[in-house]
C-alpha cells in the first residue's frame, strides 16, 4: 500500500494532468495522489502507481476522505466560474481537517490588482487560503498560449483572427510551463506565505500572434480588433455559451490595458529553463490541425527588446552610459536559446541575426566585455557565430 505525499485537486484536467505527471516524474508516482471525481474515467489519464482518489468540489463528504494522509495539496481552480468560492471553500476547510502541511493554489497573474473580471474569485480565495492557517503557496498564472491557439482554427477557416485587445501585450506561456512550476513549487517551497507572479517570457500583441499563424500557416490571417461588445456577440455567434464569451471578451478587454503583462522573469526562472515561445505553440497547433506548414520556416522568433520591455523609458545606467534593459535581456534570451541542443539550424540563423544586430549596443556601455568574461557557454557561443 502506498501512501502518497503530493495531492492534486481537480486532476483530471488538462493543467491537472500535466502537473501529476511532472510531480510523478520528480518525486515517483507512489508519492503522488490525483483527485477527481470519477476514478473509473480517469485511470488511464495518469502514469502507473499515482494513486486516484474520489473528491467533488461540490460534496464536501468526499473531500475529507480524498486528502486522509496529504501532506502537500495543490488545489486547482475550478474551471465553473461563478460557482468557484464556495467550491473552493469546500477544498480549504478539507485541507485544514486533513492538517496539510502547505497549500498551493492555482489564481491569477497580479490578482490582488488585476482587471480582469474574473480575477474577483481568486482574491476571495485567496483570502480564504490566507485565513486558513496553513502555509500556502499562490501560484499567479498568466494567460496560457492555448488560451489563443484556440482559436487559430476558426481563423484559417474564416480568414482573420479577431479578439478586442488592441495592442496590448500578452506574456503567456504554454500550460506545461505552468505545470512544470506547480510541481516545483508544491515540492519545494517553504516559508508561510509564497506568492509566485507567472507569465511567459517574451510578450506580443495579437497582431503579432496573427502574423505569426500567418507566417506559418502561409496564408494572410489579418488581426480584426472589436469592440468588447462585438467581440462577445460574435464568440456566441460561434457557439460558445454566454458567460464563456463574456469572460474571453473581459480578458481581451483587461488585455488592452495591461492585465495580461508581466517582465519579472519568474516563471523560468523557477523552472529553469525559458518558457515555451508562442511561436512553439502556434506550430504544435497547425500540426494537431493537419496545416502543412514549411519545416525550414524557424517556429520561434528572437526575442527583442519591446517584447521584454515595451516601455522605452526602462532604462538602466552602466558605466556612466544609458541602455535600455531591454535590449540586455534580449540578448542573453536569444543567446540562451541559440545554445539549446533542440533549436533547428533555421531558428539557429535567426538568432544570430538579432544577437550580432545588438552586439555594438552591448560593447557601447563595456556590458558585452563583461558577460563575455564570466560566461563560459557564452563565449563558446559567440566564438561560433
Given at each position: 500500500m502506498t501512501n502518497p505525499r503530493y495531492f492534486v485537486t481537480g486532476a483530471s484536467g488538462q493543467l491537472g494532468q500535466l502537473v501529476v505527471a511532472a510531480l510523478a516524474n520528480r518525486v515517483g508516482a507512489d508519492a503522488v495522489?490525483?483527485?477527481?471525481?470519477?476514478?473509473?474515467?480517469?485511470?488511464?489519464?495518469?502514469?502507473?502507481?499515482?494513486t486516484i482518489r474520489r473528491g467533488d468540489y461540490d460534496k464536501p463528504e468526499t473531500l475529507q476522505a480524498a486528502l486522509a494522509g496529504a501532506k502537500r495539496l495543490l488545489l486547482i481552480s475550478s474551471n465553473e466560474v461563478g460557482r468557484r468560492v464556495p467550491q473552493h471553500r469546500n477544498v480549504i476547510e478539507a485541507a485544514k481537517k486533513a492538517r496539510v502541511s502547505r497549500i498551493a493554489y492555482t489564481s491569477v497573474l497580479h490578482a490582488d490588482t488585476s482587471k480582469l473580471g474574473l480575477a474577483e474569485e481568486h482574491r476571495q480565495t485567496?483570502?480564504?487560503?490566507?485565513?486558513?492557517?496553513?502555509?500556502?503557496?499562490?501560484?499567479?498564472?498568466?494567460?496560457?498560449?492555448?488560451?489563443?491557439?484556440?482559436?487559430?482554427?476558426?481563423?484559417?477557416q474564416h480568414g482573420a483572427f479577431i479578439g478586442s485587445a488592441r495592442d496590448g501585450r500578452i506574456a503567456s506561456a504554454a500550460r506545461l510551463d505552468?505545470?512544470?512550476?506547480?510541481?516545483?513549487?508544491?515540492?519545494?517551497?517553504?516559508?508561510?506565505?509564497?506568492?509566485?507572479?507567472?507569465?511567459?517570457?517574451?510578450s506580443y500583441s495579437l497582431s503579432e500572434f496573427a502574423a505569426e499563424i500567418s507566417r506559418q500557416a502561409d496564408k494572410t490571417i489579418p488581426y480584426v480588433d472589436l469592440p468588447e461588445t462585438d467581440y462577445r456577440a460574435a464568440l456566441v455567434g460561434a457557439g460558445l455559451p454566454e458567460p464563456l464569451a463574456a469572460l474571453y471578451a473581459d480578458s481581451d478587454a483587461a488585455a488592452a490595458e495591461g492585465a495580461l503583462f508581466d517582465d519579472s522573469g519568474a516563471l523560468s526562472r523557477l523552472i529553469g529553463r525559458l518558457t515555451t515561445p508562442f511561436a512553439a505553440t502556434i506550430a504544435a497547433t497547425l500540426?494537431?490541425?493537419?496545416?502543412?506548414?514549411?519545416?525550414?520556416?524557424?517556429?520561434?522568433?528572437?526575442?527583442?527588446?519591446?517584447?521584454?520591455?515595451?516601455?522605452?523609458?526602462?532604462?538602466?545606467?552602466?558605466?556612466?552610459?544609458?541602455i535600455r534593459k531591454g535590449t540586455i535581456a534580449a540578448f542573453l534570451q536569444n543567446a540562451m536559446r541559440?545554445?539549446?541542443?533542440?533549436?533547428?539550424?533555421?531558428?539557429?540563423?535567426?538568432?544570430?541575426?538579432?544577437?550580432?544586430?545588438?552586439?555594438?549596443?552591448?560593447?557601447?556601455?563595456?556590458?558585452?566585455?563583461?558577460?563575455?568574461?564570466?560566461?563560459?557557454?557564452?563565449?563558446?557561443?559567440?566564438?561560433?557565430?
Open positions: 495522489a490525483a483527485i477527481v471525481r470519477d476514478p473509473a474515467r480517469s485511470a488511464s489519464l495518469f502514469p502507473e502507481g499515482v485567496e483570502a480564504l487560503v490566507e485565513a486558513s492557517g496553513l502555509s500556502y503557496t499562490l501560484l499567479r498564472n498568466g494567460w496560457y498560449t492555448e488560451n489563443y491557439a484556440a482559436s487559430i482554427a476558426p481563423a484559417l505552468y505545470a512544470e512550476a506547480a510541481a516545483i513549487a508544491l515540492i519545494g517551497d517553504e516559508g508561510d506565505r509564497v506568492v509566485h507572479e507567472l507569465a511567459g517570457d517574451t500540426e494537431t490541425l493537419g496545416v502543412p506548414t514549411d519545416p525550414e520556416k524557424p517556429t520561434i522568433a528572437a526575442s527583442r527588446p519591446e517584447d521584454i520591455l515595451p516601455d522605452d523609458t526602462d532604462r538602466t545606467d552602466f558605466g556612466g552610459v544609458t541559440w545554445s539549446d541542443p533542440g533549436t533547428s539550424d533555421a531558428e539557429r540563423k535567426l538568432l544570430e541575426d538579432a544577437i550580432v544586430e545588438a552586439m555594438p549596443a552591448l560593447r557601447a556601455v563595456g556590458l558585452f566585455d563583461v558577460l563575455d568574461a564570466r560566461d563560459e557557454q557564452l563565449r563558446a557561443l559567440l566564438a561560433n557565430i
